[in-house]
Nanobody
Framework: QVQLVESGGGLVQAGDSLRLSCAAS????????MGWFRQAPAKEREFVSA??????????ADSVKGRFTISRDNANAKNLVYLQMNSLKPEDTAVYYC?????????????????WGQGTQVTVSS
């Protein structure tokens, strides 16, 4: 059974950067698209970014485009996906979730992802 574990969250000030990591165990990620979603208090979970199986195709929510970068490391059986977050804003405050899709093609809908991590808290102070 595949498990996803996020790390790298924390409390930062506006304008700072963070890099989130998602590590998988139980299966290789090399054939799977991966996504990052976030959920702020009293709000629905929303799409942040996604990457296809090879890393050649990526997608971003308009709110993070130009500030966030998704990447993955499939080499040497590393099962890692990253989200580099720059120029953070208070409105980026949320729990960030990593998700796996059994298809190699990325998707922006949370319904297309079947495995989820527990989430990591990102708090951006003004």
């Amino acid at each position: 059974q595949v498990q996803l574990v996020e790390s790298g969250g924390g409390l930062v000030q506006a304008g700072d950067s963070l890099r989130l990591s998602c590590a998988a165990s139980g299966r290789t990620l090399s054939n799977s698209a991966m996504g990052w979603f976030r959920q702020a208090p009293a709000k629905e979970r929303e799409f942040v970014s996604a990457i296809n199986w090879s890393g050649a195709d990526t997608s971003y929510a308009d709110s993070v485009k130009g500030r966030f970068t998704i990447s993955r490391d499939n080499a040497n059986a590393k099962n890692l996906v990253y989200l580099q977050m720059n120029s953070l804003k208070p409105e980026d405050t949320a729990v960030y979730y990593c998700a796996l899709r059994t298809s190699p093609f990325l998707a922006t809908s949370s319904a297309r992802y079947s495995v989820w991590g527990q989430g990591t808290q990102v708090t951006v102070s003004s």
